[in-house]
């Protein structure tokens, strides 16, 4: 067995090789840029070596810095991690070289599968289904769209080298092909230093199933189930679920024996993931192969019981797989949500900052037998960088069906405190809520379809508002014993604290209650329908997050002070309330509301971000859905379109300017 592993990546996958390391006794050094000098899995880590700049392209995918590194520690094993050199068959040889073991599988299944367009060629050799594409190399964007035009439309155009939605565009038509080609050459040239590009047929109504396979050195390979990932943006996979609720067994016997048939013909060891698209009738086809630990692999963990990390480690040790494809066998549900440093309410914008909270939900078994685990690589006071990817953590809830999972990844949704940044945690809540994801009733296209207009947040029902206004009584009647309590006041002036109230959340109604405290709970009485709510909590007036029984309900709510009210947020509902007296109440609906400034003749930047391109100048008409402008933010292309017709009155930066969020980029007469 190894005695040093160098981890050559980054964030939460480094904490998570870390982890496993140091369980078997293994000692770890971490690799760390400028702007990852006080990252976690620095700090875990038994040893670290500084390895340049911030940009990835300047430290993180430099093989020779990784060398010297190795070299200066004594490692004698490396694991990659996914993205970086996890897939870089220069880097397993240049291992290879030094005498080092690479974490991973062998030189020629990297360059075989890693290519996408070698796989496909490959694939079809060994009898796995294939989609219908162009799989030689497109020179420039006219071949890109005569290409296009004869496999027929939608077509998908992908980076050869792509991963981790890097680098693919959808074309629905010409115009599409030619700004996809290009755009895609863009991020995959700026994210793998490969700008290679293939064309293949888009399969409507499709969902992303892929099948986990192990392999060891001497022959044996086995496949773990599969895991359905259709829940996707921009091609960028966001909830993770094992098993897929669509395979039936056959199915799954027969996806996973081509996963490992292909494996076997590119003598494949260590573990990997083959990818396939699967439509309504369960017809399935090869998409690609990672060479490399997957993401999502956590969920295959949680049914499974197997260490995928250890297996990698035992097998680039040379030892052989300690079991066989029969006892392989799939227990309960898992989902993993990925948390990501994205603003759902700016069309999924990066965001960056300080985390100025960060608190996780309790990890382990549950009382009700339900696991929760959270994959991170931050910590409260740490920094999210625009460097590299977005993604915070994978919060991953394992429960014996699949609506237990669905359940308890739910409460540790809620249960999950982040601020400082913008982050995608009430999106995530929205699709465990949404009646479409809890039939199962999964595509590629979920999030498209739908939240066709972007996401703006969930709008409480009658039942939730009624909830939510019975909590915001409780908070409000805490808040109120506690200010009577305050020592100081005036003798014979004593407060009391009254009974009725009007509860206002915006833009979900107002509701008249009243509160009193009785038989250690408090009851919530709604005047208009004389229905009650009983409410019970330990929270405390300073608390961001309690959980409260509401009617027999244990739900977990975030509870901050807002403008004289409160701010909850629920289930994906984020509410600002306000609990007045009636006669406050009545006055209130008299004030004027004040309206946000007029920002219709601007483009404003909506993500921290670069400026790559300008497409426009000062006097140019422009159409509606013209591109304006490029920002390149987190290793990806973000193109601003306009809105409606109009004329450029003046453009206030250039390509290179490095820009804030609502900082501006041109202004329209």
Not at 173 to 183: M, P, T
Not at 332 to 337: D, H, K, T
Not at 546 to 567: D, E, Y
Request: hydrophobic letters at 40%.
């Amino acid at each position: 067995m190894f005695k040093k592993i160098l981890i050559a990546n980054r964030g939460e996958i480094a904490c998570r090789v870390i982890k496993t390391a140091s369980r078997l006794g293994i000692a770890t050094v971490a690799v760390y840029s400028d702007a990852d000098r006080d990252a976690l899995h620095v700090k875990m880590a038994d040893e670290a070596v500084h390895i340049g700049p911030a940009p990835s392209s300047q430290s993180y995918i430099v093989i020779d810095r990784i060398i010297d590194a190795i070299r200066q520690t004594g490692a004698d094993a490396v694991h990659p991690g996914y993205g970086f050199l996890s897939e870089n068959a220069k880097f397993a040889e240049a291992l290879e070289k030094e005498g080092v073991a690479f974490i991973g599988p062998p030189v020629g299944a990297i360059e075989a599968m890693g290519d996408k367009i070698t796989s496909k060629k490959l694939a079809a050799e060994a009898r796995v289904n294939t989609v219908p594409g162009h799989m030689g190399l497109i020179a420039d964007a006219d071949e890109a769209v005569k290409i296009s035009s004869s496999i027929g439309y939608p077509v998908m155009i992908k980076a050869s080298a792509g991963g981790g939605g890097k680098g693919m565009r959808i074309a629905w038509n010409d115009a599409e092909a030619r700004e996809g080609f290009q755009s895609s050459k863009n991020e995959a040239k700026s994210s793998f230093g490969d700008d290679r590009i293939f064309i293949e047929k888009f399969v409507t109504q499709p969902r992303h199933i892929e099948i986990q396979v192990l392999g060891d050195k001497h022959g044996n390979t086995i496949y773990l189930g599969e895991r359905e990932c259709s829940i996707q943006r921009r091609n960028q996979k966001v909830v993770e679920e094992a098993p897929s609720p669509f395979l039936d067994e056959a199915t799954r016997k027969a996806m996973g024996e081509q996963a490992v048939a292909l494996s076997k013909a590119v003598g494949y060891h260590s573990a990997g993931t083959v990818e396939f698209i699967v439509d309504g009738e369960r017809n399935f086809y090869f998409l690609e192969m990672n060479t490399r630990l997957q993401v999502e692999h956590p969920v295959t963990e949680l049914i499974t019981g197997i260490d995928l990390v250890e297996e990698m480690i035992r097998v680039a040790a040379g030892e052989k797989l300690k079991i066989a494809q029969d006892d392989v066998t799939l227990d309960g549900w898992a989902i993993e949500s990925r948390l990501y440093a994205e603003d759902p309410y700016r069309n999924f914008l990066p965001s960056i900052g300080r985390l100025t909270r960060y608190r996780p939900p309790e990890e382990g078994t549950q009382d009700n037998g339900t696991v929760i685990r959270n994959d991170t690589g931050v910590f409260e006071g740490g920094e999210i960088s625009m460097y590299y990817d977005p993604m915070i953590a994978k919060l991953c809830a394992w429960g014996q069906t699949r609506e237990d999972a669905v359940r308890a990844m739910s409460g540790a949704l809620d249960d999950f405190e982040v601020e400082g940044i913008g982050h995608n945690l009430p999106f995530l809540s929205a699709v465990m809520e949404h009646p479409r994801f809890k039939a199962g009733r999964l595509t590629t296209a979920f999030i498209a379809e739908e939240w066709p207009e972007g996401f703006a947040g969930v709008t409480p029902d009658d039942g939730e508002a009624r909830t939510l206004a019975a909590v915001a009584a409780f908070v409000n009647l805490r808040t109120q014993k506690r200010n009577v309590l305050i020592s100081g006041t005036l003798a014979n002036h004593p407060r009391h604290v009254g009974r009725d109230w009007v509860v206002k959340l915006n833009g979900s109604g107002e509701f008249a209650v009243n509160v009193r405290d009785e038989g250690g709970k408090t009851q919530v009485a709604f005047v208009d329908d004389d229905s009650s709510l009983a409410v019970a909590s330990d929270w405390l007036p300073g608390r961001s997050h309690a959980h409260f029984t509401v009617g027999g309900r244990r739900i977990g709510v975030k509870v901050q002070p807002a403008n004289s009210g409160w701010r909850l947020r629920w289930r994906g509902i984020d509410v600002k309330v306000h609990v007045r007296s009636p006669r406050i109440a009545e006055l209130s609906r008299l004030m004027p509301e004040k309206l946000p400034p007029d920002t219709s003749k601007m483009l404003l930047c909506p993500m921290p971000g670069v400026v790559t391109a300008i497409a426009v100048a000062a006097g140019d008409e422009v159409q509606e859905g013209q591109a304006l402008a490029t920002v390149e933010a987190m290793k990806m292309e973000n193109v601003l379109r306009a809105e409606r017709r109009g004329v450029v009155k003046s453009v206030a930066v250039e390509p290179g300017s490095s820009l804030a969020v609502d900082e501006l980029i041109m202004e329209f007469e």
